[in-house]
């Protein structure tokens, strides 16, 4: 019997839809087996009900104020108990910079094995994860040879389904000790109302937007189909937003159902962080850029023509 543990995490006091679509994984790992749920936080009994509904049957709650901000020391000590506590034969968590950062300290903790950022999970004689290499210019599926098995699941990518179950909500008395740092205030720089790795609709921009101001129709058209905005990495550096937009290989990994790249060449760095979305629309001037190649979509046109043209259709439609 298989028994599956996902960290669910929680942000501006929801949990992150992520969560539901690892739950989501972990109900068609463990179909006959057991699924639990940890979430860390001074409220996160909050976030019960909602784990249940994607079929946590056991929720691990630790209630301490030293972890409503994620720390790598705080988390790490929480969830090493909550293993303890179950013993996990799965461990999953989503695939953002908590998870990222978390579940590589629990494997090497373990002595474990980490599949990272899955796109696609396959039980066949045992457990297949599918995962992008080589900045996703191709894939590989890797069958796991361990007795437990840790991985992140990339957000936004299989879709979360409703399990409703009656869980059992365990508190674990956890005490957070030597903490190396601890967070004492945090700064958000991104001011958009979606978060930017789990939107359904990404309107980026890139050196092509030309100036901070060049990027306002951009966030007018992501308001419009209720979507956040990105930026190439050529935007970032020339100053025209902050790079908690930077979408690519060494930025944030999206997967929206519809990507809009304005003014972006489409460099392979670029694609890293995009090219799995479902539908890429690309606008640019010059016909022979490279996202041309990758797009389903393609515009040749100026931006600041043709994102105006596209708002008006929307506030009409
Ligand atoms: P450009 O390549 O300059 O393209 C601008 C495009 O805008 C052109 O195609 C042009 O035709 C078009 N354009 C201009 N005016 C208009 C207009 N009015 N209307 C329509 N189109 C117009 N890049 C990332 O994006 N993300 C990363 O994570 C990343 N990581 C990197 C890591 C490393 C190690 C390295 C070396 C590079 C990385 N880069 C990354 C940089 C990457 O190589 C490219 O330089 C960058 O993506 C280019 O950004 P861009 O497409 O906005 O700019």
Redesign the pocket.
């Known amino acids: 019997m298989t028994k599956v543990l996902v960290l669910a995490e929680a942000k501006n006091g929801k949990l992150r839809s992520v969560s539901f679509e690892v739950l989501t994984v972990a109900s068609r790992l463990a179909a006959d087996g057991e699924i639990s749920a940890c979430v860390f936080g001074s409220d996160a009994e909050r976030h019960s009900k909602e784990l249940s509904k994607y079929g946590a049957q056991t929720i691990y709650i630790a209630e301490n104020e030293e972890l409503d901000d994620y720390t790598p020391d705080g988390y790490k000590q929480a969830l090493l108990e909550v293993i303890e506590e179950m013993n996990p034969d799965v461990i999953l968590t989503g695939h953002t910079s908590i998870g990222k950062d978390i579940l590589p300290r629990i494997a090497a903790r373990l002595d474990k094995a980490l599949f990272s950022d899955c796109i696609n999970i396959e039980t066949d004689d045992g457990i297949i994860f599918t995962r992008p290499i080589y900045s996703g210019k191709a894939y590989q599926k890797k069958k796991v040879h361990d007795d437990v098995v840790i991985a992140t699941i990339r957000p936004n990518n299989m879709e979360a389904v409703e399990n409703p179950v009656t869980a059992e909500i365990i508190k674990l008395p956890v005490t957070i000790t030597d903490l190396r740092a601890i967070v004492k205030e945090v700064v958000s720089k991104s001011n958009g109302k979606v978060d930017l790795a789990e939107a359904k609709v990404v309107v980026s921009g ?3 937007v030309k100036s901070a101001k060049g990027f306002e129709p951009l966030q007018e058209l992501a308001g419009l189909l209720g979507g956040a905005v990105g930026a ?4 970032c550096d020339a100053n025209y937003c902050d790079y908690s937009l ?6 944030k990994v999206v997967t929206p159902d519809l990507y809009i790249a ?4 489409g ?1 392979v ?2 694609l890293a ?1 995009m090219s799995s979305s479902k539908v890429i629309v690309a ?4 016909p022979e ?1 490279n996202i041309f190649q990758v797009c389903d979509y393609g515009i040749v046109g ?3 023509e043709v994102v105006p043209l596209l708002i008006e259709e929307f506030k009409s439609a």
């Open positions: 890139g050196r092509g190439s990495r050529g935007a930077q979408i690519g290989q060494t930025g304005c003014g972006i060449s460099a760095q670029h962080g606008i640019n001037k010059d850029a100026d931006l600041f």
